[in-house]
Nanobody, 122 residues
């Protein structure tokens, strides 16, 4: 069983920055960040594989950066130039299956964190 614990959410004005963290109880091969806004489907934001290759949603490419510290089993999401449309609950997800560059498909991740809220005001 893999336990994931997120932290770092909060409220920020448009144009600001936040960094999310997610610590896993054990090592996993592929991890990702997803988000879900009220009334919308969960969407993949960014993913990373064990070699450090990444994948981003078009809506965040160039503004968000996913990274990992394998020694600490910790995943990060640096979010810059935040927009009100980035407001959502953000979830960390993990898989013991290796996907090259990771995956932005939620069905590929059996392990999920409890979520952390990000609110961006205009």
């Amino acid at each position: 069983q893999v336990r994931l614990v997120e932290s770092g959410g909060g409220s920020v004005q448009a144009g600001g920055s936040l960094r999310l963290s997610c610590t896993a109880s054990v090592y996993t091969y592929t991890t990702a960040w997803f988000r879900q806004a009220p009334g919308k489907e969960r969407e993949g934001v960014a993913s990373i594989d064990q070699t450090g290759r990444t994948r981003y949603a078009d809506s965040v490419n160039g503004r968000f950066t996913i990274s990992q510290d394998s020694a600490k089993n910790t995943l990060y999401l640096q979010m810059n130039s935040l927009k009100p449309e980035d407001t959502a609950m953000y979830y960390c997800a993990a898989s013991r299956t290796y996907y090259v560059g990771g995956s932005l498909k939620s069905a590929n991740y059996p392990y999920w964190g409890q979520g952390t809220q990000v609110t961006v005001s205009s």
